[in-house]
């Protein structure tokens, strides 16, 4: 998710000219105020414009006062040479769009992200609900859903490469009783370090599948 800032009705003129090497400019003395305050990773776009018709957007990165500190050229412009007096204004620029989170494309989220209401999510999808035929081809590490072939949650641990379940069937109520396991495994895998492993046989290994009992650690089967 982008750190972008906005403000409203930001816009200033060139102290002093620049050239189209120049990583830093300077706006009117008092007008910096009007533009986002920056800090981290946190930017803003900016429209440098001429009475000409010239136009250049950049990134402004930092912001001390007045002065900018600059990525030249941006969403498809090329950077060049300004004169004082020359506009500097914050207008909305396809970039600004382009970096948004959008409701019909995959998203990646590099900050915790707070959700309120319902979210709905399709099949193959994190949540779920998905099928044992039928689950994400390409899973991620953590991904988690509902598998309603096995009627259970379960998650992909990415380590060992397989899906691990939450428990199984439970009783005539709300009470756990039974926890059910496969017979046959299908997947190769590793029991995670210090931990033990127990299973119900009879328990058959497919061929060409391994698991793997680190040192101190048991798998039982009862």
Same mark, same amino acid.
């Given at each position: 998710?982008?750190?972008?800032? /906005? ?18 400019? %300077? ?16 930017? /803003? ?5 001429? @009475? ?8 402004? &990165?930092?912001? $001390?006062?007045? =002065?900018?500190?600059?990525? #030249? !050229?941006?969403?498809?412009? &090329? ?11 914050? #207008? ?16 990646? /989220? ?9 979210? &709905? ?6 949540? +779920?609900?998905?099928?044992?035929? !039928? ?9 988690? !859903? ?8 379960? @998650?992909?641990?990415? %380590? ?23 017979? =046959? ?14 299973? &119900? ?13 680190? $040192? +101190? ?6």
């Amino acid at each position: 998710m982008p750190n972008m800032s /906005f403000a409203n009705n930001a816009a200033s003129l060139l102290a002093s000219g620049i050239n189209a090497s120049a990583t830093s400019l %300077t706006v009117t003395a008092g007008s910096g105020v009007l533009f986002p305050v920056l800090s981290g990773s946190k930017y /803003f776009y900016c429209t440098l414009a001429n @009475t000409s018709g010239a136009l250049e957007i950049i990134k402004v &990165t930092a912001r $001390s006062s007045d =002065t900018f500190t600059m990525i #030249r !050229g941006q969403d498809g412009t &090329t950077a060049q040479s300004w004169n004082a007096n020359d506009k500097v204004e914050l #207008r909305l620029v396809a970039a600004n769009l382009n970096d948004l989170v959008k409701a019909d494309e995959q998203n990646t /989220f590099t900050q915790p992200q707070t959700f309120n209401g319902l979210s &709905t999510h399709v099949v193959g999808s994190v949540g +779920g609900p998905w099928t044992t035929a !039928g689950r994400p081809t390409s899973p991620t590490a953590g991904q988690t !859903g509902y598998n309603s072939t096995l009627n259970r949650v379960e @998650t992909w641990n990415a %380590t060992s490469n397989a899906w691990v379940s939450s428990g199984g069937a439970t009783g005539g109520g709300s009470d756990d009783v039974f926890y059910e396991n496969s017979k =046959t495994v299908t997947t190769s895998y590793t029991i995670s370090t210090n931990k033990c492993a127990m299973s &119900t046989g009879p328990i058959t290994i497919a061929s060409g599948k391994t698991v793997t009992i680190p $040192s +101190g650690s048991r798998w039982v089967i009862l």
